[in-house]
Nanobody
Framework: VQLQASGGGLVQAGGSLRLSCAASGRTFSSYPMGWFRQAPGKEREFVSASGWNEGTTYYADSVKGRFTISRDNAKNTVYLQMNSLKPEDTAVYYC?????????????????WGQGTQVTVSS
């Protein structure tokens, strides 16, 4: 199983980026897929997830109203649209997919991880 994340880059504060994560090797249409991020010197933190039930989404309070997660099950791909970006959003963003029960907010729930894509927001 592979998760390939893409779409990161350098953007000014207030700008937008769209991250993509394509899964291969198995289908995750019935399982959560999510995004986490890790800034230098900080722990990996939950950003957003598309949950067990179709249409169910979860967001960290820090990104609620600015980020939108979506998925295309036919393409086995999850997206993260990030608007109104702030310098504090700067981090490496990781996509993840779960194939076992658990909280979508916890990294331990996710079996599979992408390689990470850097998002840098300048002030």
């Amino acid at each position: 199983v592979q998760l390939q994340a893409s779409g990161g880059g350098l953007v000014q504060a207030g700008g937008s980026l769209r991250l993509s994560c394509a899964a291969s090797g198995r289908t995750f249409s019935s399982y959560p897929m999510g995004w986490f991020r890790q800034a230098p010197g900080k722990e990996r933190e939950f950003v957003s997830a598309s949950g067990w039930n179709e249409g169910t989404t979860y967001y960290a309070d820090s990104v609620k109203g600015r980020f939108t997660i979506s998925r295309d099950n036919a393409k086995n791909t999850v997206y993260l649209q990030m608007n109104s970006l702030k310098p504090e959003d700067t981090a490496v963003y990781y996509c993840a997919a779960a194939a076992r029960p658990g909280s979508v907010y916890q990294p331990a729930t996710y079996n599979y991880w992408g390689q990470g894509t850097q998002v840098t927001v300048s002030s």
